[in-house]
């Protein structure tokens, strides 16, 4: 019984990253106090006017060549009508016929496969405002309204809740590449709405239902498949599917219908009088090419070819745009292997990172002192627990604006490779354990770690490990 | 002072009166409490709001010319806005239930503009409800009266505007104009009227009828007036996008009577010199085509054949538009709400259902029923489709004629309660105005005699786009022919005028 | 074309607006008349004519992306007809 197949369709939602709101001077920063970032405009005052951030338009064509849409050159905005408290003017300025971007793709990858997903348009529009329900009454908050928007629509292209899960992994991942938006799913800045329906094969297609505003990737993919598994439940059960419009609610890991469709949505669009149309030049185009940041996959490609990195290390390296430029920035002024810079990231960064609820755009130095602790990591001048202890110390503000260097010298954390000294402690060891030593003559030769273990604390971990092992070889006559 | 001495005051054109406080023989204050007697005194209903603050500023304005620092040559001149322009902190109703109490914490552009140059603001005049009618008869506030005939309507929907000039109660007054709302009250009630080139004047801060037809414009008492105030208001707005941004013209300097008529070629459309068109207008029209070849103009028949459609274009772009533009009222961030309801849809319906008058509710039904799916193509996109006809038909024209004549209003002013058999009746009454707002274009209405009855008609002269210049040169020719006509224009008007 | 009562009543709801029954069938003869006159756009020839969507030929007319400050909140809050020391308050909406 389970030869159904799964339609899914997203359309996803960013929030663009320009200072303004769509139509007004109005900041589009996260919070503040309730309806403090609203004006005539925001509010839909009657007689205040719209007036289009540029901004908008071009975050909207470089996110469309970034997934290889076609630029409309001839385009325009729409009003979409419905009455809502959280829209003021009771229309949502949008794209209807026109719209910037068209006819692109994303390539996603599923269990080693590449799956290539059809973007059927990308769109701008403004965000609704906030409404905080309460016992009584609904309160409205209009500092979000009127937010630029992005919607970008996929074709139902989408078959498992996991391609879903990297549909919207890698489409943010490249719209935090391009700078267009800063896809805070915790703050609603990317949402996205899934339409699901099932069928066997052959067969038309299904009734079609759809999540709305679903904000976090395991939110979309746990939803898909609740939707997908109870839509089969019906259907095996001999029920009939309609038309309706879920609501996921992910603490209970279950979809509640919002309202259900007897017809289509009457929105009785009609083209915005009060916005001029947005005429795109293919110069224009062109020059926004020029400024679209090498995109991840090629990253991958290139760290895989270049540095020769595991498929494994280009993908952790390129998740994040701001490590992913950290490490091409070490690379460069690095000595030694790539593969060592790589390390400190995807190792101690990204662990003081989690630890100190920083984001990968919050690393509190660059490439350059990157590239100086790998360089000594790599000449041995400091053991990896050190260089772990200099990664601490970097993300620390007292030590803001020293080197690792610096750091090495002023915590004197250098490892010692001074042969006399390092031969002069292992004999000591030696003679202070005899028991370890007998063992070890004995046949056990994992018992010399427990030696250099000894002699890394009598040098309070500075002695160079590897030189230590190979002394108490030679000192032990094996 | 007596009160012939008042009147005569009253009475002066906004030239005339910048004359005398140029001078020093009248002063802001004067002018603005003769002005705040007569609205007091009248009973046209011309005005819903009058400005607290008015004689405050007629005294700065005399301040300010003591110390020869005058903002302008109408600085402390008393004026009035339609009840749909924004000001900062005065109630804006729109002549609506719904807005009843609403005060705007902005400025509509015009208005600073106006109150820029130091002209002093009388306060809000009346209209119809939101600017959909077309005899300030639908206003919450009751009907104004039309100043030439009490028993008759002022026009619309800047009715209040068109009676606030014409009964001497304010210098010049603003109005908007939809599909002829500035151009067929000055007729109605004898004051000249203009509706500029569309973009020409911003927009920013007028309550939105039909966003792609409203254009504001001034209604005054004569040419050389309206040339003055459209010089204060032109010009690109960066708040308003449809703004244009071509310089503004010295729009008096070609201002010569009767002689600018010379060699200038006139184009009479047939298409609204027809039956539809009361006899006497269309006699008074051929009156002053007679005049104008007197005068030296060539004047020809003309035929635009896409007029015909106009009226049916207008009335569902304008519909859809102003629907659209009022779903915002809805009870949540300002104006009316119902006293109760169950639940936030109850809310919505019952407040726009008691807010909102008839005809306001008749054309959000229309303009709803049009964009709504299965009829788009057949009514907006059509409509549409039209506009690119009709405006392609004026451009024809226009590359033969500098200007074209015709008449502003099928029928002179009707008597207060008139029951038309249907609304369709009422919108042919718009039958000369709306092809000028569908295609965009600048045309003004003057008064060039009455009918048998006394009441003013109106001449409407329309030109291409930007061509503002050229058509208030042509009307003051008209105007300086009517003078001579009829010893009528205004600054000369003696007695009856219903006060 | 004719507009039955049930037309007005179900563009009513789109609309938002209460009607009596007498209302709609009243609306319905008088938006019939003008529909009829609306429908005269049936009779143009209008294959192959763009459409005008505004009135002035412009376009690309945009703003920089620049903040200017809000309103003060009393003042945005100020004509609400319902509203708290932050918010304006409607009717519990359930979603």
Redesign the interface.
């Known amino acids: 019984m389970s030869d159904y197949k799964a339609v899914i369709g997203l359309e996803v939602h960013a929030e663009l990253d320009t200072a303004s709101k769509i139509y007004c001077g109005c900041t589009t920063a996260f919070g503040g106090e309730e309806n403090t970032h609203v004006c005539p405009v925001c509010l839909g005052l009657p007689g205040a006017l719209p007036l289009l951030n540029e901004k908008v338009v071009e975050f909207c064509i470089k996110a469309g060549l970034a997934l290889n849409c076609k630029i409309n050159n001839y385009s325009r905005q729409d009003r979409k009508h419905y009455f809502y408290p959280d829209l003021p003017k009771s229309f949502q300025t949008s794209q209807l016929d026109l719209p910037i971007c068209y006819d692109g793709y994303l390539d996603i990858e599923v269990n080693g496969q590449t799956k290539r997903i059809g973007i059927t348009r990308i769109h701008i529009e403004e965000d609704a405002g906030k409404l905080i329900h309460g016992l009584t009454g609904t309160r409205v908050d209009y500092n979000r309204g009127a937010t630029g928007l992005i919607e970008i629509v996929s074709e139902p292209d989408l078959s498992s809740p996991e391609e879903v899960y990297a549909y919207m992994e890698t489409l943010r991942q490249v719209l935090l590449y391009t700078g267009v938006s800063n896809c805070k799913m915790e703050e609603g800045s990317l949402r996205c709405d899934v339409n699901v329906s099932i069928h066997k094969e052959g067969e038309p297609f299904g009734v079609r239902t759809e999540m709305k505003n679903i904000n976090s990737l395991s939110a979309a993919k746990a939803a898909t498949a609740y939707e997908i598994k109870r839509q089969k439940q019906v259907l095996e059960e001999g029920g009939s599917l309609f038309q309706a419009t879920l609501r996921w609610d992910d603490a209970k890991g279950i979809n509640y219908v919002m309202r259900v469709k007897e017809h289509a949505d009457e929105y009785y669009y009609f083209p915005e009088p009060d916005i001029m149309p947005i005429v795109i030049s293919p110069e224009k185009v062109e020059a926004i090419r020029a400024t679209l940041p090498e995109l991840p996959k090629a990253r991958q490609q290139r760290y895989k070819e270049q540095y020769g990195l595991s498929d494994y290390d280009a993908n952790i390296l390129t998740v994040s745009k701001a490590l992913s430029d950290l490490f091409d920035q070490a690379v460069a002024e690095c000595q030694g292997p790539a593969k060592a810079c790589a390390n400190f990231i995807m190792g101690d960064i990204t662990r003081l990172l989690n630890e100190e609820a920083l984001q990968p755009e919050e690393v509190p130095f660059g490439g350059k002192e990157l590239a100086e602790l790998a360089n000594l990591a790599s000449q041995g001048a400091i053991s990896s627990s050190a260089a772990s202890k200099v990664v601490e110390m970097l993300f620390q503000p007292e030590f803001a604006g020293k080197g690792p260097k610096a750091i090495v010298e002023e915590q004197n954390l250098g490892q010692v490779s001074d042969q006399g000294a390092i031969k002069a402690m292992c004999q000591q060891v030696i003679d202070a354990n005899p028991k370890i030593v007998e063992d070890y003559r004995g046949g056990k030769k994992q018992a010399i770690s427990a030696l250099v273990g000894q002699v890394m604390k009598a040098s309070k971990g500075k002695a160079n490990p590897a030189m230590a092992n190979q002394l108490l070889e030679e000192l032990l006559g094996s | 002072m007596d009160n012939m001495q008042k009147q005569e005051l009253a009475s002066l054109t906004l030239t005339q009166a910048a004359g005398l406080l140029a001078k020093g023989e009248a002063s802001s204050s004067e002018l603005t409490k003769l002005m705040l007697d007569r609205i007091a005194a009248s009973n046209n209903n011309a005005y819903i709001t009058v400005n607290a603050e008015a004689m405050a500023a007629a005294e700065a304005a005399d301040a300010r010319r003591r110390e020869g620092g005058s903002l302008s040559p109408v600085d402390g001149l008393p004026m009035a806005l339609k009840d749909?322009?924004?000001v900062r902190g005065m109630k804006?109703t729109?002549a609506s239930r719904m807005?009843e109490?609403?005060?705007?914490?902005?400025t509509?552009t015009v208005a600073e503009k106006l109150a820029d140059a130091g002209t002093v603001l009388l306060g809000k005049v009346n209209m119809d409800e939101f600017a959909a009618g077309n005899a300030t008869d639908t206003s919450y506030f009751g009907p104004t009266k039309n100043p030439r005939d009490p028993k008759r309507v002022a026009g619309g929907s800047s009715g209040g505007s068109a009676a606030a000039v014409a009964e001497d109660t304010a210098y010049f007054t603003m109005g908007s104009d939809t599909g002829g709302s500035v151009r067929q009250p000055a007729a109605f009630c004898g004051v000249v009227g203009l509706k500029p080139t569309?973009?020409r004047v911003s927009?920013?801060?007028?309550?939105?009828f039909?966003?792609?037809?409203d254009q504001v414009g001034p209604l005054n008492k004569t040419v050389e007036d309206c040339a003055l105030t459209l010089s204060l208001i032109a010009g690109r707005d960066?708040?308003?996008?449809?703004s244009?941004p071509n310089p503004v013209p010295d729009y008096l300097a070609g201002l010569k009577g009767a002689e600018g008529l010379k060699g200038l070629r006139v184009g009479v459309p047939k298409e609204y010199m027809g039956p539809g068109i009361q006899a006497e207008i269309r006699e008074n029209v051929k009156k002053l085509i007679a005049d104008l070849q007197t005068a030296g103009a060539i004047v020809e028949e003309c035929s635009l054949p896409?007029l015909?459609?106009a009226?049916?274009?207008y009335?569902?772009i304008s519909s859809?538009?102003f629907?659209?533009?009022l779903?915002?009222?809805?009870?949540?961030?300002?104006?009316?709400?119902a006293k109760s309801?169950?639940?936030?849809?109850?809310?919505?319906?019952?407040t726009?259902?008691e807010a909102?008058g008839d005809e306001v509710?008749?054309r959000?039904?229309?303009g709803?029923?049009?964009?709504?799916?299965g009829y788009?193509d057949?009514?907006?996109?059509?409509?549409?489709?039209?506009?690119?006809?009709i405006?392609e038909d004026f451009r024809r024209a226009f590359s033969q004629y500098d200007i074209l004549l015709t008449p502003t209003t099928p029928v002179t002013a009707w008597p207060l309660g008139t029951a038309f058999e249907?609304?369709?009746k009422v919108?042919a009454m718009d039958l000369c105005t709306v092809s000028v707002?569908v295609?965009?274009l600048p045309a003004i209405s003057l008064p060039w005699g009455t009918d048998r009855e006394g009441m003013p008609v109106g001449v409407q002269l329309i030109g291409p786009t930007l061509s503002e210049d050229r058509i208030l040169q042509a009307a003051h020719g008209v105007e300086a022919l009517s003078l001579h006509n009829y010893g009528e224009g205004r600054g000369q008007k003696g007695g009856g005028v219903h006060v | 074309m004719e507009i039955t009562k049930e037309t007005v009543l179900k563009v009513a709801g789109l609309a938002k607006l209460d009607l009596t029954e007498a209302e709609a069938l009243r609306l319905a003869h008088e938006m019939g008349k003008i529909v009829e006159f609306a429908d005269k756009l049936s009779e143009m020839d209008l294959e192959g004519v763009m459409p005008t969507t505004h009135a002035v030929k412009m376009e690309n007319v945009f703003r920089d992306d620049e903040m200017q400050p809000s309103y003060p909140r009393e003042e945005i809050l100020a004509n609400g007809p319902e509203r708290d020391e932050a918010c304006f308050v409607v009717p519990k909406v359930v979603e």
Not at chain 2, 210 to 213: E, Q, R
Not at chain 2, 327 to 337: A, H, S
């Open positions: 749909n322009f924004c804006t729109c807005l109490n609403f005060v705007p914490p902005y509509a569309y973009g927009r920013y801060g007028v309550v939105a039909a966003s792609s037809l960066p708040r308003d996008a449809s244009l896409q015909e459609y009226l049916s274009a009335y569902v859809a538009e629907s659209s533009n779903g915002r009222f809805d009870g949540v961030k300002y104006g009316y709400r309801y169950d639940g936030y849809d109850d809310m919505l319906r019952r726009r259902s909102f509710k008749r959000i039904l229309l709803t029923y049009t964009l709504s799916a788009f057949a009514y907006y996109l059509r409509a549409q489709k039209a506009r690119t006809l405006m249907d609304p369709s919108y707002n295609a965009g």
